[in-house]
């Protein structure tokens, strides 16, 4: 997994977003990052993303995400899920409907506590 990435490791961010798109079944938002961004702009943006979330809260790591155009909540959370499994968690429409989670970034900061506070009541490892 690919865990964050260091300072100077050179990583092909939009093909890691492009696999992390088609695992996600969301070839469509590919297009529209492709669409709404150059290419320069778009790896810049997911670079620049992508090196520091190991330094920011979970509300913070899901703003700067969503800041990129054309990714929302679900497909943001779809790459932090990649980037670090054990800390992050998909919260697409289907769970903010079923589960009443707002897709911004405190609704997603919430979702996370929520399910952190569950898995240690219930001893589930995330």
Same mark, same amino acid.
């Given at each position: 997994?690919?865990?964050?990435?260091?300072?100077?490791?050179?990583?092909?961010?939009?093909?890691?977003?492009?696999?992390?798109?088609r695992?996600?079944? #969301? $070839? =469509? /938002?590919?297009?529209?990052?492709?669409? %709404?961004?150059?290419?320069?702009?778009? @790896?810049? *943006?997911?670079?620049?993303?992508?090196?520091?979330?190991?330094?920011?809260?979970?509300?913070?790591?899901?703003?700067?995400?969503?800041?990129?155009? #054309? $990714? =929302? /909540?679900?497909?943001?959370?779809?790459? %932090?899920?990649?980037?670090?499994?054990? @800390?992050? *968690?998909?919260?697409?429409?289907?769970?903010?409907?079923?589960?009443?989670?707002?897709?911004?970034?405190?609704?997603?900061?919430?979702?996370?506590?929520s $399910? =952190?506070?569950?898995?240690?009541?219930?001893?589930?490892?995330?």
């Amino acid at each position: 997994m690919w865990k964050g990435i260091s300072a100077g490791e050179q990583v092909n961010v939009l093909a890691f977003s492009e696999d992390v798109c088609r695992w996600g079944e #969301g $070839l =469509r /938002v590919w297009g529209n990052l492709g669409r %709404l961004n150059t290419r320069g702009e778009l @790896k810049s *943006a997911l670079e620049k993303w992508l090196k520091h979330i190991a330094e920011l809260s979970d509300e913070d790591a899901i703003a700067e995400g969503i800041k990129i155009r #054309g $990714l =929302r /909540v679900s497909f943001a959370s779809k790459h %932090l899920r990649m980037m670090d499994p054990d @800390k992050y *968690a998909v919260l697409d429409e289907v769970l903010s409907e079923g589960l009443g989670f707002a897709l911004n970034a405190k609704g997603y900061r919430l979702f996370l506590t929520s $399910l =952190r506070h569950f898995s240690s009541m219930h001893s589930i490892s995330v």
